[in-house]
Nanobody
Framework: QLQPVESGGGSVQAGGSLRLSCAAS???????????AKWYRQAPGKEREQVSS???????EYLDSVKGRFTTALDNAKSAVSLQMNTLRHEDTAMYYC??????????WGQGIQVTVSS
């Protein structure tokens, strides 16, 4: 499958905000048959963890530590997903990966994008 393209991210001070975006590549099967999308993150020395999940009905789930601070949304017209991150903390520092979920549960993984929060 074609790899989604992630954008956004970067460095910010604690308390700041960042917005991540992830769009399906032209020709991706996800454009024609989508199930939802997820965001994951992995900090150095730690296991990858799921940050958020959203389905086509708008049902969302969040990691407990980001509830009330992060918001994910689908843009079906653009076959994209976003992650708005507010009130960022140092412990949110990680490489963030999107996963566009095709019909049948196939994951199209993004390349990863770094988010660094300085305290």
């Amino acid at each position: 499958q074609l790899q989604p393209v992630e954008s956004g991210g970067g460095s910010v001070q604690a308390g700041g905000s960042l917005r991540l975006s992830c769009a399906a590549s032209p020709g991706s099967r996800y454009i024609y048959c989508k199930s939802g999308a997820k965001w994951y993150r992995q900090a150095p020395g730690k296991e990858r963890e799921q940050v958020s999940s959203i389905d086509l009905r708008g049902g969302v789930e969040y990691l407990d530590s980001v509830k009330g601070r992060f918001t994910t949304a689908l843009d079906n017209a653009k076959s994209a997903v976003s992650l708005q991150m507010n009130t960022l903390r140092h412990e949110d520092t990680a490489m963030y990966y999107c996963a566009l979920v095709e019909c049948g549960g196939i994951y199209d993984w993004g390349q990863g994008i770094q988010v660094t929060v300085s305290s």
